[in-house]
């Protein structure tokens, strides 16, 4: 399969080689890279991209979950078309900056925002407010989970770790070279759904004088699978982290505006001190936002923390935003979502069942996947024992042969957009239905 999508791919491979004459590895971000050389892409509209061969996919990657809007969505255009002519940048407000702001509080229950360029930026800010709120250094994460490229979350992320310790002392493992060994200890990760080792940790950090700022956590796991939590687990996090007084923060990069319209906080019905969010916010353009409590922001009112940046608010990402929430992303749109992923899910757990798959379906909203695992995923541990990487690569592959465009790793696979349909789905589930059976008949 890998020879077959090699040979669709000679313009590509071309643009590869000029490309990285003078582009690292000629990508813009490692996150683009593919082996043995990546897609350049041409165009995209609607619910479809098409590759400089001129290779026709259905993009259930869709940007990294970013584009739930559809490529070239009409709704998003007209909005950056008036706004192009009035200026760009200006690095000052204007209304839809409070309108944005009120939507958001609208879904997510939290009356303050900030905006920022991407989701690494709205995690490195979160993280600086409750620090200065709490007047602590540490922070807590969950192992296994990514919230952007800064130093402090670039520790105990999905990687292929020898030993990771113990459920009680997980080992803080910076990801890559440059991180500095002086703030690597500052970053204590903790298992997901496991309230007793979060609390028991928070003890002992608390007895060695490095009581923690926050924890910053997906509610819902999006980079090992899609792993929700174990009923009762939130509620608990929120009153232990409540009692011993850490900033609970909701990383809604992934799944805020797209596993529900209030993400996370509203489907799962615990609500955090602060969120962050990026990709599914803005119709495509960079944008990323944070929201908080009254407490917790007036650090930022009252001008300790230092939040700014002069992209931030720009014009256009914000005017998208606003098209975004207020007419792309309505009630109908997530009645589409709910519609097709279970269509997918539906389909997608048939083909398990009739070839005798190791794995299963999950998803929420716009979001979805299927994972090669003998058992129930529930944290980083569950996510690593037995995962069949064969697969998922395979699953890839015969997907991209076929016109379906998946993300690449082993995290949630596929994003819907309002311009998906049936049809989108079905071509899905075939081309996983066609893996199966050759693997099963070999
Ligand atoms: N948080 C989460 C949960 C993410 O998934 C990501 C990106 N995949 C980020 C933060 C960082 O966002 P960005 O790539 O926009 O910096």
Redesign the pocket.
Known sequence: EGEKLNAKLGKSREMYNEARKHLCNGVASSYQLRDPWPIYVDHGSGSKLWDVDGNEYYDFHNG?GAMVQGHGNPEIGKAIAERFPKGTHFALPDEDDFVVADELTQRFGLPKWRFTN????A?MDAIRIARAYTHRDHIMKIFGS????HDAVMISIVGDYENIGDKNHLKKIPYGAGIPKSLIPLTVPVPFNDADALEARIREMETDDEAPACLIM?ACL??MSIVPPEPGYLEKVREITKRHGIVLIF?E??TGLTIGPGGATKLFGVTPDMV?M??AISGGLPM?AIGGTDEVMSVVESGEVYQVGTYSGNPLCVAAARANLEKVLTPEAYKLFDHLNNRLMEGCTEVIKKYDFPGYSIGFGAKGCVTFSPHKIIDYVTFKQGQRTDLNQLCWLYAANRGVFMTPGREEEWTLSVAHDDAACDAYINAFAEMAHDVTAE
């Open positions: 990294y991407s989701g690494s930026e995690t990514y919230h952007g490229h997906e999006m980079n990383d990069v992934k962050t990026a990709k990323g």
